[in-house]
């Protein structure tokens, strides 16, 4: 570079054609860095954090913990059973407009099942893509009194993103 | 350093070019690094986290659990902005909402799902929640 006859023995930023193109270069770079971690923070920190998954999970261990008592099923559990009660559930959130869902089956004899909240999640928990409802499914078994198996089937789905005041 | 080496116009002129650029590379990546670092601090990140935390721990929680949160942070936040932490958390038992508002204008707000009644109270840098039976039903 040094036996370049423009350069001779001066600053680099004094030889303008060499400058130019120094300069040109470095900003570009500069420009390429600083836009991709401009908008790759901007990305992620614009992004609401998605917690309806979570929600989804603590749902159904709610309603696990409303049917079952040490492994067992509940006896009380029949047609007339307050799901929301035992659960500890507020019944306005789950209403047919609402953000949450669940559907509780339980494959005994009676084949009871309980079905509250927003009933379009059963569709949108096998859709993928922003602005659905992320759901958790869960299949055990719990033993009635006289020590059967018997199979409970639970979805949960949540869709609620928050709000801004 | 060799004396000579500053006598040497093309090492002088060198190093030069070489300190200019390093203190131009230095300068643009202060400034990333302070653009991140602010980022990661914005008063709507930290209302949107915690609200949706407290939520969940909420949500989670059985009769009789006594839940104690640092929101250290979100005083830091709210000292910034002069609004007083008391004021900066709110959970609406009757809604079934929490919302966090750390400047005098706007907040998020995240509901919860669990019957039982919330007994909060904000000591410091804590959160102190205590899960209740819903009396009402």
């Known amino acids: 570079m040094y036996k370049d006859k423009r350069v ?27 836009i991709i971690i401009v908008w790759g923070v901007l990305y992620f920190y614009s992004s ?9 999970k603590v749902l159904s261990n ?48 009676e084949g009871i099942s309980f079905v509250k909240g927003n009933k379009d999640f059963k569709i949108q928990c096998k859709l993928e893509g922003k602005g659905f409802a992320e759901c958790y499914e869960k299949e055990f078994f719990l033993l009635d009194s006289s020590g059967d198996k018997i199979k409970i089937k639970i979805l949960t789905g949540s869709s609620q993103q928050g709000a801004k005041i | 350093m060799d004396k000579r080496f500053f006598e ?19 300068v643009f990546f202060a400034f990333m690094f302070l653009f991140v670092g602010r980022a990661g601090a914005q008063v709507t990140i930290a209302e ?23 929101i250290s942070e979100l005083k830091i936040i709210s000292e910034k902005n002069r609004k007083e932490l008391d004021n900066a958390i709110i959970i609406n038992n009757q809604d079934g909402k929490v919302r966090v508002a750390l400047t005098s204008k706007g907040g998020y707000e995240f509901e919860f799902f669990n ?21 009402q039903g």
């Open chain 2, 8 to 26: 040497n116009k093309k090492a002088v002129e060198m190093l030069m070019n070489n300190v200019i650029i390093i203190v131009i590379i230095a």
């Open chain 1, 62 to 109: 709610k309603l696990v913990s409303a049917i079952s008592e040490n492994g067992y099923l509940r006896e009380n559990i029949g047609l007339n059973f307050d799901i929301l009660k035992e659960a500890g559930l507020d019944e306005t959130k789950f209403s047919a407009s609402g953000d949450f869902y669940f559907n509780l089956s339980i494959y005994n004899k």
């Open chain 2, 115 to 135: 019957n039982a009644d919330i007994l909060w109270s904000i000591n410091e840098n804590n959160l102190h929640m205590e899960v209740v039976e819903n009396v």
């Open chain 1, 48 to 56: 609401p954090a998605d917690v309806t998954k979570l929600e989804s």
């Open chain 1, 8 to 34: 001779k023995n001066r600053f680099l930023f004094e030889d303008k054609k060499a400058s130019e193109i120094l300069s040109i270069w470095m900003i570009l770079i500069f420009m390429i860095i600083g």
């Open chain 2, 48 to 70: 949107q986290t915690y609200a949706k935390q407290i939520a969940l721990l909420i949500d989670n929680a059985k009769i009789g659990t006594i839940i104690d949160l640092d």
